[in-house]
């Protein structure tokens, strides 16, 4: 049976519970994996989940910010969570789902606004952040896995509305595509939404600040879906649910899907 998997940065899963609701209720995946939640574990609802099916639980919870979750209707145990670059975040949580597939769960840092580390913290916290991400994956070369979240990079020219303008724009410059190309190959990860979707713009992100962001369409895709080599082919039916950034009170991503017949 395949396994139906949707990745989303919610920005609060509380604030945006009905939210996920809706989503599960409409397109109902097998696993939902969460960025962003912005909640403690132990206060994240799950009544209205479990009611939908979703009875399984696990995530890297924090007060107010970062945190990452996954919520399955399938068994999941967890395999590993790492604080990459010591940054004392909520930032990955690793789960076995029905024993058939790994899922690492990510919500790379933005990175702030300000592409130089000798002058932006939170710029050198990023590439340290990825650093470690290929570090790991090198040293632990994972099977049978699929790695997921808001990584906050748009690697490609078409990923974004205008490479050009965005070079030196923080989630498209040269340095940080460098390393997340780093992390990429560390287990010859394959972008399985540009597997199926090779051609066009393609976005899962666009900013509050823009007051009708459908029509102005200056997006980014910063939600990935990748997977091992050993399962790449068997992903399918890549998407991006634009409609969703339209819903009431949004989160600033859309969801992104994929299926894998494991």
Known sequence: ???????????SIRLREDSVCRLLSQETPDVLCLQECKSPVDKIPTEKFSSLGYNYLIANGQ???NGVAVLSKLPLKEID???FASLGHARHIAVSVDDRLNIHNFYVPAGGDVPDRSINEKFGQKLDYLNEMAKYFEANKPQKSILVGDLNIAPQE???WDHKKLLKIVSH???????LNVVKSSANWVDITRKDIPLGLLYSWWSYRARDWDAADKGRRLDHIWATSDIAKYGHESRILREVRGWDKPSDHAPVFASFDL
């Open 158 to 160: 078409e990923d974004v």
């Open 1 to 11: 049976m395949p396994i139906k998997v949707c990745t989303w940065n919610i920005n």
């Open 173 to 179: 410059t040269p340095q940080e595509i460098e390393a």
């Open 63 to 65: 007060k107010g910010y």
């Open 81 to 83: 969570r790492k604080d």
